[in-house]
């Protein structure tokens, strides 16, 4: 396992602020945020663009949360009913049809502020018992949780990966094509993908740029497995992978390789890169705007198949591991 400890992490901060050319500070970073916030269902989103997954013909509550409500606010969906409730919230009917749609968040003047991409997922229930999904691939989901806990329950349902819609901004700086399963296969392909993690990944890497390693997104080296795939790689059994609520990521900016870069700059690639990214996100455990974020952590070293990296999710407990 790594030694992340706290003198290394000292020693590495210090060299980082005042040895190391490379770092910029989040110069020209856009964390893409608009000047409210809205809460869509469960989830509080700052962000231009977020995605979200609901079940067909669920009933989606919907509010603009600001200090001071502009005047003018509405929205617009391109399928399902919305219901208005006030001058800033609503209820969202889903489509009873799978498939990817779009609700627009518009000023008094018809101008779009927020765009939100809603997934109406086909339903585990009618596919529980099913190896196959349409012809892709999926194995079965463990059918007893780990430890009791509910976020081992099967998913709510899959998200239908399309040619028309694998490559849609699910946030600012990440598409849906990064989090789907490396497993060979034509499409539809059938996928999870949660809010959460999207949310998660987006705060990362704010902070990434804060802490002065510019980049625009991560390389998102899995995302989410299906059990089948899981099971083949030689994966464990309830890894949070299947339930797309993990990423193993790291940085790689132009000109791109798909391997993490030197982010110590000390001419060699190794886990010490691995450790900077690491060291950052461990960093913002224990704030408060981090809290709906608690999950795993792990750094991995670089083997003959892949680079160093760095694994995250939503577990929504604290655990650590790595190699």
Request: proline content about 5%; some cysteine; charged content about 20%.
């Amino acid at each position: 396992m790594m030694n992340w400890n706290l003198a290394r992490r000292c020693s590495l901060t210090i060299f980082i602020i005042f040895f190391c050319p490379w770092t910029t500070f989040g110069a020209s970073f856009d964390s893409q945020k608009a000047e409210f916030t809205i809460q869509v269902k469960n989830f509080v989103s700052p962000y231009k663009i977020m995605s979200f997954s609901f079940l067909p013909g669920e009933t989606v509550p919907i509010k603009i949360m600001a200090d001071k409500i502009q005047k003018g606010f509405s929205l617009s969906a391109d399928a399902g009913h919305i219901e208005s409730l006030s001058d800033s919230s609503w209820n969202w009917q889903t489509p009873k049809d799978t498939g990817t749609y779009q609700i627009k968040v518009l000023s008094h003047d018809n101008q779009t502020l927020m765009s939100l991409h809603c997934f109406v997922i086909l339903p585990y229930a009618t596919v529980k018992a099913a190896e196959y999904i349409n012809g892709y691939r999926m194995g079965r989901y463990p059918a007893i949780r780990l430890k009791g806990l509910k976020i081992y329950d099967p998913p709510d349902g899959f998200i239908e990966v399309t040619s028309n819609n694998i490559d849609i901004r699910v946030s600012p700086h990440f598409t849906l094509s990064q989090f789907i399963c490396k497993q060979e296969g034509g499409f539809p392909k059938y996928m999870v993908l949660q809010t959460r993690l999207l949310l998660k990944l987006e705060l990362i890497l704010e902070h990434v740029n804060k802490s002065g390693y510019r980049c625009d997104t991560f390389h998102v080296m899995s995302g989410y497995r299906t059990p089948f795939y899981n099971r083949s790689i030689g994966n464990v059994k309830y890894s949070r992978h299947l339930w797309g609520g993990a990423a193993d990521i790291f940085i790689d900016e132009p000109p791109k390789n798909d391997y993490m870069d030197d982010l110590n700059r000390d001419g060699i690639i190794n886990w010490k890169d691995a450790q900077v990214l690491y060291d950052i996100i461990d960093g913002l455990y224990g704030k408060p705007f981090y809290e709906s974020y608690i999950g795993g952590l792990a750094g991995y070293r670089k083997t003959e198949a892949h680079g160093p990296f760095v694994h995250v999710d939503v577990r929504r407990y604290r655990a650590r591991w790595g190699d």
